[in-house]
């Protein structure tokens, strides 16, 4: 999702339904080698028709290639290496219902991963 089409998102969200809380912080990520690429997590709250409701954003470098070092011996793990985009980003959207009976987030498992507001 381009951030102008996010941005519209938002602003139908409010217009429908209002807002309760809209909020970003850093979401890095990491690979296994010290490599810190700066990413974002957006996030807001509204009451929607199915109650109330959560949409985050997740913002990272495009991942271009996963470099797996593997360890010879007993038990031996392996470590990734990124090479991610200088210029381009991936953005996952995650939908989330509040459920009163765990008094937690609940993922929502939409259909074709489409969202309908």
């Given amino acids: 999702m381009t951030d102008e089409k996010w941005e519209n ?7 429908k339904f209002g807002i309760d809380e809209k909020k970003s ?3 890095n990520l990491e690979d296994n080698f010290g490599n810190v690429f700066e ?3 957006e996030t807001i709250i509204f009451k929607g028709l199915l109650g109330k409701m959560k949409i985050e954003r997740i913002t990272h470098p495009l991942i271009l290639d996963k470099k797996m070092h593997y360890h010879k011996g007993a038990g031996g793990t392996a470590e990734v290496e990124y090479k991610v985009s200088e210029t381009e980003k991936s953005h ?11 008094g937690d ?4 498992d939409l259909p074709e ?3 309908t507001f």
């Fill in 9 to 15: 998102t938002i602003s139908m969200i409010e217009e």
């Fill in 39 to 41: 990413g974002n997590k």
């Fill in 25 to 27: 912080v850093p979401d």
């Fill in 105 to 108: 987030w609940k993922e929502m």
């Fill in 92 to 102: 996952k959207l995650i939908p989330y219902l509040w459920d009163d009976i765990t």
């Fill in 113 to 115: 991963g489409t969202m």
